[in-house]
């Protein structure tokens, strides 16, 4: 799960022109979120805390970048 939302955080930027920050950005914060979540209840079961902050971190990033390039256009 760390590796999807660090990927889908970093695609976020590339497509925040074509709202592509919405679509990646929003999933890549939720699925960082519960991986940061299962690496908390069983830290020796999971691992990847580093990507999952980074995939949330950029999730949320890529949505606002996308954001404010929609509110700019209109």
Known sequence: MPIIALVLGLLSFPFSCCLGGVWLGIPA?????LAMRNISSDPERY????????????????????F???????
């Open 29 to 33: 914060a939720v699925v960082g979120y």
């Open 47 to 66: 691992e990847g805390g580093g990507m999952a902050i980074a995939g949330l971190l950029l999730g949320l990033a890529g949505f606002f970048v996308s």
């Open 68 to 74: 404010i390039f929609l509110m700019t256009r209109f």
